[in-house]
């Protein structure tokens, strides 16, 4: 049995549309397997010393909490790249996706830097980009349907063209409604606007993380999982979204 540790950063203030939902799928993931993993909470007070957890996660906040959080994180987080091009498995969900960009300009004009560790940036723009969201994704060469919902008013532009994609859109909006890109994915690193919680509908996605978390440490991961429910769940959205129902 192995013993895991993940980094929720800014739990209280980045936590929209049941975030918190995709730790408690990979803490019982894990346990499901027989390890053990928990979960530690890191905020404004905090230091974010990040190499020594397993995984790190933060969920979208609404623009205001956005402020504050980036700023702190400004501060304390330059050396979190290194951690990413290590293989560090992070999950940044929609406000937090667009924080690892240049910039991004709040639906009030606030400009608002980001960590600059990618080269996109994300202007806000009317309407909100809203509902559910099916995406064909790219993880670890499969192409893989993923599921979530979305609620953003940022549109986020790639500047530099080799930047990859999580996904392509089916049906939604993704970056910024007109490209059909969705998300970035770099090694371990997952950016997305899919809330949802996201990866209790995509069980493919959560595993991809949980196999990175398991490689950096030496861990076999082989237990299989029954993920019929899961499936279920997937394919009602996925259903709804392409119009038919079972
Ligand atoms: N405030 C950002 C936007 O509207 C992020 C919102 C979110 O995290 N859901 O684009």
Redesign the pocket.
């Known amino acids: 049995m192995a013993q895991f540790s993940i980094a929720h950063l800014y739990p209280d203030l980045?936590n929209?549309?049941g975030d918190r939902g995709n730790l408690i799928c990979l803490q019982k993931r894990l346990q499901w397997r027989g390890h053990q993993c928990s979960i530690e909470n890191l905020g404004l007070s905090d230091d974010m010393e990040l190499g020594r957890y397993d995984m790190v996660f933060m969920?979208?906040?609404?623009?205001r909490e956005?402020g504050l959080v980036y700023e702190d994180l400004l501060r304390k987080g330059s050396r979190i790249m290194e951690q990413i091009e290590a293989g560090l498995p992070m999950l940044c969900?929609?406000?937090?996706y667009?924080l690892l960009g240049q910039s991004?300009i709040?639906?009030d004009g606030q400009v608002m830097d980001g960590l600059r560790f990618f080269n996109f940036r994300?202007v806000?723009g009317s309407p909100?980009l809203i509902g559910n969201i099916l995406i064909e994704a790219n993880i670890d060469g499969q192409k893989v349907s993923v599921v979530g919902f979305e609620?953003?008013?940022?549109r986020t532009i790639f500047l530099d063209h080799k930047l990859q994609p999580l996904g392509h859109v089916i049906k939604g909006f993704g970056n910024n409604g007109k490209d059909g890109g969705e998300g970035l994915i770099y090694k371990n690193l997952i950016g997305t606007?899919l809330?949802g919680p996201f990866l209790p509908k995509n069980p493919a996605v959560a595993d991809f993380i949980l196999s990175a978390m398991a490689k950096r440490r030496g861990v076999e991961l082989d237990t299989l999982l029954d993920d019929s429910i899961e499936k279920y769940a997937h394919d009602q959205v996925k259903d709804r979204l392409l119009g038919s129902s079972r």
């Open positions: 980045m929209l549309y969920g979208g906040g609404s623009d956005q969900i929609c406000g937090a667009q991004y709040a639906a994300t806000a909100r609620n953003h008013g940022g606007y809330h």
